[in-house]
């Protein structure tokens, strides 16, 4: 993200010294805006109480949980026996 930042900022300062037509591409100066979205393969999720070194960090869920999806999230689940369980197992 902060290579594409820095690309349009730098894209601004040598458009503005040229004469030439705009890029296709092109930075409008104060528009630019980042939206970071938090998401972990299936079989992992964040959990800052049991990893609070990184609490950002995508982790292997726990037996007992699991996470279907591009979540954040370890779902519970009594029947996940596995590490890094994508689906709640029923027995």
């Not at 730098?10 to 100066?29: A, F, G, N």
């Not at 037996?63 to 370890?74: A, D, E, F, L, M």
């Amino acid at each position: 993200i902060y290579l594409i930042e820095k690309f349009f900022k730098q894209q601004v300062e040598i458009t503005r010294k040229r004469s030439e037509p705009l890029p296709e591409i092109y930075y409008i100066e104060g528009t630019l805006q980042m939206v970071w979205v938090d998401r972990c393969y299936p079989g992992y999720g964040m959990n800052p109480l049991r990893h609070p070194h990184c609490p950002d960090c995508c982790v292997v869920c726990s037996p007992g949980s699991y996470n279907p999806s591009n979540g954040i999230h370890c779902l519970p689940c009594n029947n996940s026996f596995i590490y890094g369980a994508t689906k709640c197992q029923q027995l």
